[in-house]
Each structure stands twice: as structure tokens, then as C-alpha cells.
């Protein structure tokens, strides 16, 4: 079966960029999308089809996908941002999620 | 603005079913191009896909529930419903619904999603 790996955590600094990776086998041949989540809240689609962003989200929000590995960078990151963000893919007929990754912003 | 409500029981017993229905409002769920689909995430874990269903009602599920689930889509009520089989405690979690548009690469992403509901499998 399909999977995409993501490191558990990150931490960045306010204002500074943040990397988030996600992993999984020929994974630029596919779309990618990313999901933050506030504790407490539902999942939010920040990133679409590898590099798109939904209406309202800020533009320091940016992806990349290439080769086996999916990027999401988070610009000038604020400390509301610090959330669990989750890739996700589609690969025969299955949705797949990473584990996640806890960004803390300190 | 598109809104999705899931509801159903918040206490299941083991080895009973699971039904969690989900309202749409505000636009289509049963209409080209759009599917839902639902999700789970237990109580301080990642999140899990369960399932789609297109417009069209062809489903796809979890290899690993795929014995257990059905999804299906009541067009006039513009709804979707879950069911979830021989569920135990292991099935504890909070479900999402969710709607996507279908892309060239399919059922790619899910840009709406309900608030969740818990539901918890004790006897």
C-alpha cells in the first residue's frame, strides 16, 4: 500500500521559514495537497494540487512536489500558525495521509 | 458558503454499526464534479480516510475498512451517509465529512469539511 512519510516535528522561529516534507514513491506524479489543523478544529486545505492555494489563505503559504518528495514552506511563519499540518495524495483509487507534522513556532 | 454537518450517535456499543449521516448546505455534493468522502481521527492521532463517493455513487474505500464501510449519497437531500460495521473500540473517533472537486488525477483533496462529530464504542 501507498504511504507518505513526514518528519513528527518542526520548529522554526517567528518570521523565519519553515519546511515541512513529505515523502512517499513517485509522489510528483501525483497531486499533492496539505491540511493544517488547529488543535481542537477541523483540517484546513492550504495547498492544493502540489502548489495551488485555496481563497483566503495567506500567501506566505507556498508547495512544491517533485520526484518522491512534496514540500510545504510557510514564509515569515507567525505564531499562528503553529498547528499539525498533514500532506495528502490520491494513488489508485486510495487517499492517502501522512502521519503528520507539529509545527511549533518558539 | 459551503456547509457540512455530520450527525449520528456519539455512543456506539461493540460489534453494532455505526451510521453518521452529513448534511450539505450552501452547494452540491451530488452534482459533476464533486464527491465527499469521510474521515476519522482518533483522540490525539493522525487523521484516517475511510472513504469516496462520487456524484455519480461509485465509491472507493480504505483497503483496510473496505469489509465494513458503505458509503452512499441521497441526491435529494443532498446528503451523504456512513456506515461502519462490527466497529470496536478501535473505531473511536472524531468523523469528518468532506467535499472535493474531481481533478484529471481524481479525487484529489477535500477543499470543505464538517466540524466532526466524536463517536465512542463502549459497551
Known amino acids: 500500500s501507498y504511504e507518505l512519510t513526514q518528519p513528527p516535528s518542526v520548529s522554526v522561529s517567528p518570521g523565519q521559514t519553515a519546511s515541512i516534507t513529505c515523502s512517499g514513491d513517485t509522489l510528483g506524479d501525483k497531486y499533492a495537497c496539505w491540511y493544517q489543523q488547529r488543535p481542537g478544529q477541523s483540517p484546513v486545505l492550504v495547498i492544493y494540487q502540489d502548489t495551488k492555494r485555496p481563497s483566503g489563505i495567506p500567501e506566505r503559504f507556498s508547495g512544491s512536489n517533485s520526484g518522491n518528495t512534496a514540500t510545504l514552506t510557510i514564509s515569515g511563519t507567525q505564531a499562528m500558525d503553529e498547528a499539525d499540518y498533514y500532506c495528502q495524495a490520491w494513488d489508485s483509487s486510495t487517499l492517502v495521509f501522512g502521519g503528520g507534522t507539529k509545527l511549533t513556532v518558539l | 458558503q459551503l456547509q457540512l454537518q455530520e450527525s449520528g450517535p456519539g455512543l456506539v456499543k461493540p460489534s453494532e454499526t455505526l451510521s453518521l449521516t452529513c448534511a450539505v448546505s450552501?452547494?452540491?455534493?451530488?452534482?459533476?464534479?464533486?464527491?465527499g468522502g469521510w474521515i476519522r481521527q482518533p483522540p490525539g492521532k493522525g487523521l484516517e480516510w475511510i472513504g469516496t463517493?462520487?456524484?455519480?455513487?461509485?465509491?472507493y474505500y480504505n483497503p483496510s475498512l473496505r469489509s465494513r464501510v458503505t458509503l452512499s449519497l441521497d441526491t435529494s437531500k443532498n446528503q451523504l451517509s456512513l456506515r461502519l460495521s462490527s466497529v470496536t473500540a478501535a473505531d473511536s473517533a472524531v468523523y469528518y465529512c468532506?467535499?472535493?472537486?474531481?481533478?484529471?488525477?481524481?479525487?484529489?483533496?477535500?477543499?470543505?469539511w464538517g466540524q466532526g462529530t466524536l463517536v465512542t464504542v463502549s459497551s
Open positions: 450552501g452547494g452540491s455534493i451530488s452534482s459533476s464534479p464533486y464527491y
Open positions: 468532506a467535499r472535493g472537486a474531481k481533478t484529471s488525477l481524481g479525487a484529489t483533496d477535500f477543499d470543505y
Open positions: 463517493i462520487y456524484y455519480s455513487g461509485s465509491t
